[in-house]
């Protein structure tokens, strides 16, 4: 007979169901389709990288983009997949980094949403982050690693690209070589050099504008949108104390960031 693993077993769906709470709560779809309405137009393409329980895949998806969402952890991935299912969503199981390879994937089963492949974001935010105080990362899983270049020669250019991967995201970048029309990555309190970091590979891909939303939220941070160094000084000096937030970047080129607040 199985041996069963209560106490595993819990912190796996209270993680589970701390998630869907946070990210299906009432009414943040459609805060969700205001934010990216500006950024994509109907048959889109969307990278969603680190899709998590998919709420931004699907208001994505319900806008009318192609979204290929990224989701490596097993358990997670596989809710994702339900979720999405009648929706025009490609779940696919890798990480998305630097190089094409394998890496591994440090869970949190209490906490899964911020599960991460980066050792040192892990220690920088326990040690710097009081959030993290209490979050273990006690299993591991090795997953395949494909890059942002290979997903564009497979795929296409992305009209929009969201990265959140709890300290990876400087690697996701890494992966690319030419710039496009949007994206947005993740900065955490305890470790805003890692966004520090993005935003250096970001304006290096070319002239970009960008502007920032706090936490989970859907309202710009910024009063406009503003130079690369503007917002790195702004990580620098702290980021007004913001816990956690969302850069979006948008190249000027082919610029359709919101004039106003979501």
């Known amino acids: 007979m199985r041996a069963l693993h209560w106490p595993q077993t819990w912190y796996r769906v209270s993680g589970l169901v701390r998630s869907l709470v946070i990210y299906w709560r009432p009414g943040r779809q459609r805060g969700l389709r205001r934010l990216y ?3 994509i137009g109907k048959g889109d393409l ?3 990288i680190g899709a998590h329980v998919g709420d931004r895949s699907v208001a994505l998806a319900d806008l009318g983009a192609r979204v290929i969402a990224f ?5 997670i991935r596989r809710l994702l997949a339900w979720i999405v299912r ?4 490609t779940v696919r199981s890798e990480a998305v980094g630097a190089s094409s390879g394998m890496v591994r994937l440090a869970i949190s089963p209490s906490h899964p949403t911020v599960s991460s ?3 040192s974001w892990r220690g920088a935010v326990q040690r710097s982050n009081a959030g993290f105080r209490g ?8 997953v395949p690693v494909v890059t942002l270049d290979g997903l564009i020669a497979e795929y296409g250019v992305p009209a929009f690209c969201k990265i959140d991967v709890e300290g990876f995201e400087a690697s996701v970048l890494a992966g690319l070589s030419y710039p496009i029309p949007g994206l947005s990555f993740e900065f955490v309190a305890g470790a805003l050099e890692e966004g520090r970091g993005c935003l250096a590979r970001v304006s290096a891909l070319g002239p970009y504008r960008f502007n920032v939303i706090a936490g989970e939220g859907r309202r710009w941070w910024l009063d406009s949108w503003s ?11 702290g980021a007004d104390g913001l816990q956690s937030g969302d850069i979006y970047a948008v190249r000027e080129a082919s610029r359709r960031a919101p004039t106003g607040r979501p």
């Open 117 to 119: 492949a980066s050792g």
């Open 227 to 237: 130079s690369g160094a503007w917002v790195d000084d702004w990580l620098a000096r």
């Open 46 to 48: 969307v990278f969603d």
């Open 37 to 39: 309405a500006p950024f």
């Open 71 to 75: 989701e490596p952890q097993p358990g």
């Open 135 to 142: 979050v273990h990362w006690s299993d591991e899983v090795k």
């Open 86 to 89: 009648a929706r025009a969503v």
